[in-house]
């Protein structure tokens, strides 16, 4: 049934997640016959804000009778808060996964898996159907993370409103429940491989899409080459030297537990490495909030990546770039940068796609930097020929009654 306007619930957590939907929102925010509804979940809230876009976050969802729920939450929020997300927003989503639990399982219960699991417990499925009844949308949108946006795709589910999950990666963990009874109904994918790979697990091929993903859009905006150029400039890089990109972590131990290497072994290996190969210079590129190189950490051979230059302007100006765990190692690849990752195995899976050549521990990535291996871009097969976030918008159209899904 074609609409005259289509309702669209867009929500999402914070980090890449966030990152992937922005560019969406704001193209369907320009369109006259799509309304829609922001929801930032943890810190998307505050990015969402930040960049101009009207959101709201948990506690819209509550309702007058949640009064004892938020009562109870404030003597179970964990502390300290994350400085992007306010008490009152905490409050809000402890309240609700709390009432969610109780609901489900009963006090003593709720109790008992809240004390064994704490916020991991939560899955909102019942708060998130009260919502959907309270605003009606036509469409609902969200990424593949876990708990509140499962939850609220789930919920989209039993309430029989059409729903879209927007993935950005591999989706080797998140397989489990993309593919369990009650998922979202239709699900974006960034490459055909992922597709194939999702399609093999148990997803119903004729509802994945493969649209790339609107987070990397802005790696081909040519601005970045220009600035680039300046960049090298500015490290004093010469026309024929080679620039090796360290994408540094930004936490000690990955997401699925992996010590990283000590910053100080890392910055020891390419200081002998560039005294190996005199052509070559490296720069550090810390998350840039969470950085983990002393400011004052002396380097001979590299440079510290100038505060405010993007992470794509970095990868436009190396040659190569050496990491462990990283969407930037993905993000390179695209760009047809020789990758090194060092103890990745398959998480990320960037070797088995060949995108990366991977190495087990950090003294064998020498030779694999010097080879410069290309990165095979068929076995992935990303979509280039039209822009991620065009191809979501046009998806979201026809899901959502203006159009017909291809």
Known sequence: ?????????????????????????????????????????????????????PAVGYSSLLDTDDAPWLSLAQTCIEKPLHPEVSEHESIAYYALGLRDLHIDHGADKAREIFARDGRKAFMPVHAMRRLLRRLTPDLVVATTSPRSELALLRAARLEGIESLAVS???????????????????????????????SHKGFSAERIHVTGSPAFDSLLDGTHAVAAASLRQ???????????????????????????????????????????????RYLIRQHPSKPVVAPGTPLRRGSFCPSGVTIETCLHACDQVILETSTVGLQAALLGKPVVTVGAGDYPPYSAYGLAVDVGVLAEAGPALRRMTQPDLARLAYPSQERATDRVCRLVRELGGVGDVN
């Open 234 to 280: 500015r490290l004093g890089m010469g026309e024929h030297q080679k620039l090796l990109l360290w994408a540094c972590p930004s936490a000690p131990v990955s997401l699925i537990g992996k010590p990283f290497i000590e910053t100080a072994s890392m910055i020891a290996f390419l200081e002998a490495y560039c005294d190996t190969w005199p052509d070559t």
């Open 168 to 198: 950005d990666l591999f989706l080797q963990h998140e397989s489990s429940y993309i593919c369990a009874p009650g998922y979202a109904k239709h699900l974006t994918v960034m490459a055909a491989a992922v597709g194939e790979y999702i």
């Open 1 to 53: 049934m074609l609409r005259d306007t289509v309702e669209v619930l867009i929500a999402c957590y914070g980090g890449g997640h966030v990152q992937s939907l922005l560019p969406v929102v704001r193209q369907l925010s320009d369109q006259p016959d799509i309304s829609v509804t922001v929801i930032g979940f943890t810190t998307a809230l505050a990015t969402f804000r930040n960049a101009g876009i």
